[in-house]
């Protein structure tokens, strides 16, 4: 499973897919920066058209490059997306991959016609891109992803894309009210790897340590991540196979805070930041305790998902999640995961 990193221009350090940087990781596959960050800035807009998107943030070839098309931005401040102008930019810019220009993200505490409504424009937008083999449809794990699955089905075009996106995961994983249950969003996925075998997965928004265990025993191709910079700015870390701790007191921001075995686990950390800086590093304010902090949390991601797919591999995993994996919301799921899915083989 592939892991993407969700990069922003409006702070592009730690430069973590680069060979230069104290803080490269050579594990990193694949980055993902937002449409919306270049709709904001026209001059530079025109600059990455000109040069391309990976000469300009200085991405190696090996590194596979994402545009997510900025959906979130766009309909929280109550605005469509200019459809030509994204597909300008892509064409200038050419990214790796691309979603459709606009997707109408449904949030749980929508009326189910408000879902509907969005569940209508977005199959809309997919079915006016579906000829277009660079733009990957997507859909939500919401009240209509069936209706998704059905449409998508019926229409020769997106049955030839090579991949699909699902959005809409993170509000319902993160218990907004009127979530979807952790139950139904787990079916929710199952039923759309099971429909489209043939399909490359993408889910966005998905990097906790904990949920990438789920995304990869349900055959997940790909999953983008922004929180690895999220967390960091507010001095949140992630460890293996467990949840977020509280490194760097920051504002308001807070949380758990790590026990003593939490510690010395942490001064054995093999992250290039850990490694320069130790703990002290991460605990830093400013510039350089964010960047230290960014580097170890998606070192932490790639890790995770390296553990996963070797005891995958190898028919260890059965044996070996329960001793690594603490995480008391998700584990039940993928228990029955597990449960559910005797042909894999998870035990050698």
Not at 26 to 38: G, T
Not at 54 to 74: M, T, W
Not at 249 to 273: I, V
Request: aromatic share 10%; charged share 25%; glycine share 8%.
């Amino acid at each position: 499973m592939q892991i993407v990193a969700g990069i922003s221009l409006k702070g592009i350090k730690p430069r973590v897919w680069d060979k230069n940087s104290p803080y490269y990781l050579p594990q990193l596959q694949a980055v993902m920066v937002s449409y919306a960050e270049f709709h904001q800035r026209p001059v530079l807009r025109r600059k990455v058209m000109e040069q391309g998107i990976r000469k300009y943030l200085g991405i190696p070839e090996e590194v596979k490059l994402y545009l997510d098309n900025g959906a979130f931005y766009f309909i929280s401040r109550g605005g469509e997306i200019v459809t030509k102008d994204y597909e300008e930019f892509v064409q200038g810019a050419k990214p790796d991959w691309c979603p459709i220009p606009q997707d109408f993200i449904p949030t749980p505490k929508m009326s189910l016609s408000e879902q509907k409504e969005c569940f209508t424009r977005t199959m809309k937008m997919n079915l006016t891109y579906n000829k277009d083999k660079q733009f990957i449809p997507v859909i939500h794990v919401s009240n209509f992803l069936e209706d998704y699955v059905i449409k998508v089905k019926k229409n020769k075009a997106l049955r030839l894309k090579t991949g699909i996106a699902l959005g809409g995961i993170v509000p319902n994983l993160l218990r907004a009210p009127k979530a979807i249950p952790y139950q139904k969003v787990l079916e929710n996925l199952q039923h759309v790897r099971e429909e489209f075998k043939d399909k490359k997965l993408h889910v966005f928004g998905i990097g906790g340590t904990a949920t990438l265990h789920i995304a990869a025993l349900l055959g997940i191709n790909s999953v983008d991540s922004s929180g690895w910079r999220n967390r960091a700015a507010r001095g949140i870390i992630q460890l293996p196979g467990t949840g977020e701790r509280i490194v760097a007191e920051l504002g308001k921001w807070k949380g758990r805070k790590l026990s003593q075995d939490e510690f010395k686990q942490l001064e054995e950390c093999q992250c290039p930041a850990c490694k320069m800086y130790g703990v002290a590093g991460l605990q830093q304010n400013g510039g350089i305790g964010f960047w230290n902090r960014a580097t170890h949390n998606l070192w932490t991601l790639l890790e995770e998902a390296r553990l996963i797919e070797q005891h995958l591999v190898a028919g260890t995993y059965q044996n070996w999640y329960p001793t690594h994996l603490d995480n008391t919301i998700y584990r039940p799921l993928i228990d029955q995961i597990i449960k559910i899915s005797p042909s894999v083989n998870y035990t050698a």
